[in-house]
């Protein structure tokens, strides 16, 4: 029985959503976008406004951000691509809403990120955090070409 791949993103530009669709594409994995109920404006995403919503969001490690639906069966996968653009060196606060609502025991969990200058080191840090029952490998800042590549290789070998 093969393995059933689920790629969960959070996209705030459309750069997070390319990689995780033409990954998606390039293995057969089913795509889920992390969408908020309340959908972010270009103000909401302004890091540069200290009052912008996404900027109170990071500066509050308990806020949890709803989602506008949940993914169907959750159960039925075995492996998970966690997608996101780094905000603060770390995922953005609905990645974590997304994590903490469902149970990863036994499934395996895998990021990737898109960033403009920083690192994902600190998000797999704190993801793991998040859930520590799921079996993380190590993920991947994918901010270009490769990322089909990338995914064919960590899902087959």
């Not at 506008?68 to 959750?74: G, L, R």
């Not at 990645?95 to 149970?103: G, R």
């Not at 025991?105 to 920083?118: D, E, N, V």
Request: glycine letters at 8%; proline letters at 6%.
């Amino acid at each position: 029985m093969s393995k059933k791949v689920l790629i969960a993103y959070f996209s705030a530009s459309g750069v997070t959503a390319r990689v995780a669709k033409e990954m998606a594409e390039a293995v057969g994995a089913d795509l889920y976008e992390i969408c908020p109920e309340v959908p972010y404006t270009s103000a909401d995403l302004d890091w540069t406004d200290k009052k912008s919503r996404s900027t109170a969001e990071m500066n509050d490690p308990g806020c949890r951000p709803a989602i506008a639906a949940p993914v169907e069966d959750m159960d039925r996968y075995d492996t998970v691509l966690v997608g996101f653009p780094v905000w603060w060196y770390v995922e953005p606060r609905i990645v974590d809403t997304f994590l903490e609502s469902y149970d990863f025991s036994g499934k395996t969990l895998i990021p990737f990120a898109t960033s403009g200058g920083s690192g994902i080191g600190k998000a797999e840090k704190s993801l793991r955090a998040h859930c520590p029952g799921a079996s993380w490998e190590k993920g991947q800042l994918l901010n270009g070409r490769g990322a089909a590549d990338w995914a064919k290789h960590i899902l087959q070998g």
